[in-house]
């Protein structure tokens, strides 16, 4: 693409009112331009840009077996009314009446949609499971339209939808999706948290998580633990903390118990009866054939995440209750080898399954009444430390840290909620009828652009990450006018476009400084200056954030793009 006339609009002026980084980036570098409030134009740049994301996003969902449809957006108000949401919905749905006096409603989510879908379509369990997606336009009259590209009332979002027929599919498909976002936001080069959150504003007891870019200018509110990984967001975490401060007032206190007989998990699980034994473990972690952390619970992945991140190693290997007799050499208590000198972590679940009993480390006796938190946290000693619950993680009783959040993207497990209103029924295996169990999984698109600039700039302007750039490499020559600088210019680009590096040559008459604040302003992650050398065929090669510039070859600095 040549500059010349490209429609890229730069704004030498802060435009005042503006309040978030992002959105002033993306008007002063002819990203985006607003018609109405919440509405915005996509310039050349923002399109690229958008593309970027949404390729990625496609990429993702394509890889974990999405298949990809477009929805309407204008959708009949009955439908609506079906799934009872018409009246409940409020002013954010944009409703509108036809030639004929019919109502209709303006997409602003499309569970009723894709829901009457699977309805008409979809009779036979065999045809499950199966999950749609769709990257589409939405509208919401928000109350508070602003920041840009955040919070708009027309804005662009990915929003997928899965059909299962039982609980355990719909977890398979919810633990896929999980693990998609992760690799979306990842590649966007996007510092964020994916943190539980609070099902009931949705309606639905499904678990449900939000995935928060960190960010001051963020509406959301992320509690987060350092110790264990916990994260939630603020709704959520104080449901917990509630919750956890009732339990703990009625708990009683915790008590060193002596119990010569216990000497294996065969015991203690007898003692505590077969509901105890299901869940029951003990894990034992050892890193280079030394045990590092003792868990109880099952062998889950969590579990090993969570020893990682607490004990700062990689290299996690898991014993079985028989290795860690063999590996220490002591008799096996239920929380913990006797003797054995590891952190340990107790799992809240299996501790009030178990009336919190604990190992001691100490022969011959056991705590009782354990409460994880209110008197265990991770001991990174060896030995118990006891700790006090006030603004500490309900899992593991290490402090709690608070970071603004934007939700990015959200992943719900709806259950039959729609299924049910709108009788999307399958027969199943038996032959028996029964509602599809659903999922749905949205992203704000245009929304995760403006949380990437909120993290990626500096003073002089935006800093795009490789994946996102509109262009990768921007090529400047110093002075259009002369033929030599010109020529090499041209060359140069012409061979990026033809190697499929994507390339803005600046052929404007302007001044250097005008081009050089531009090219900051926009961000792209190559800046190569052709200049007074262009003679020798030596141009300048800079990286975005590098403090100085290379003097390369053009050869070198082709070979460097690639
Ligand atoms: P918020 O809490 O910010 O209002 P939401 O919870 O209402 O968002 P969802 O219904 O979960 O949003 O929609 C899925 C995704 O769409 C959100 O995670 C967010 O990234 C994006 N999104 C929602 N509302 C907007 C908006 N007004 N402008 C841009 N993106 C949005
Ligand atoms: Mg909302
Ligand atoms: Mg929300
Ligand atoms: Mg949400």
Redesign the pocket.
Known sequence: MRQQNLLMPTLREVPSDAEAVSHRLMLRAGLIRPLAT?VYTYLPLGRRALRKAEAIVREEMDRIGAQEVLLPAMQPAELWRESGRYDVYGPELVRLRDRHDREFALG??HEEVVTALVRDEISSYRKLPLTVYQIQT?F?D?RR?RYG?????E?L?K?AYSFDTDWEGLDATYRAMYEAYHRIFTRCGLNYRAVEADAGAIGGEGETH??MALAEIG??TVVACDGCGYAANLEKAEAAAVQAAAVEEAAPPLERWHTPDIRTIAQLTELLGPEASRLMKTLLYVADGKPVAVVVRGADEVNELKVQRALGTDRLELADAETVQTVTGAPVGFAGPVGLNVPLLVDREVAALSEGIAGANERDYHYRHVRPGRDFSLAHTGDFREVRLGDRCVRCGEPLTLHRGI????V?KLGTKYSTALGARVTGVSGTEQDVIMGCY???V???LSAVLEQHHDEQGIVWPLSLAPFHAHIIPVAVADDTQRKLAEELYERLQSLGVEALLDDREERPGVKFKDADLIGFPVRIVVGKKAGERVVEYKERQAPEAEQLTVEEAVRRLL
């Open positions: 919440g602003p989510t939405k919401r928000e339209p590209l955040l919070r708009g009332r804005f979002m929003d939000e995935f509406e959301d939700e990015v993207g959200h719900f949205g992203i704000g245009s929304r995760l």
